[in-house]
């Protein structure tokens, strides 16, 4: 059993940044690789980036290259995801997902999810 919370989210105005932060407890080891995962309304869940736990081998959105940053600090049991230049269809509650068992860019393959947090990127 895992427990993943994710904090950071807000309202941030077009052009700022957003560090969101997401603490794994309880079975650590599943927390060996994880991902972020986007989903804004009407949309299906996206992939955003993804890290092992090294932190060696990060992955991101192609899309989102150049603007979002995934690390993780192995001694707080956290990932961070930086995002900058934020942009209006940023806009999504961000979930981050641990117990990976497939391919890391598919939401279907990680086991475990947090509750998610809400980002709102005004223009």
């Known amino acids: 059993q895992v427990q993943l919370v994710e904090s950071g989210g807000g309202l941030v105005q077009a052009g700022g940044s957003l560090r969101l932060s997401c603490v794994c407890s309880g079975r650590i080891s599943i927390c060996n690789s994880m991902g972020w995962f986007r989903q804004a309304p009407g949309k299906e869940r996206e992939f955003v980036a993804a890290i092992n736990w090294s932190g060696g081998a990060t992955a991101r959105a192609d899309s989102l290259k150049g603007r979002f940053t995934i690390s993780r600090d192995n001694a707080k049991n956290t990932v961070y995801l930086q995002m900058n230049s934020l942009k209006p269809e940023d806009t999504a509650v961000y979930f981050c997902?641990?117990?990976?068992?497939?391919?890391?860019?598919?939401?279907?393959?990680?086991?475990?999810w947090g509750q998610g947090t809400q980002v709102t990127v005004s223009s």
């Open positions: 997902a641990a117990d990976l068992g497939g391919n890391y860019d598919s939401p279907s393959a990680y086991r475990s």
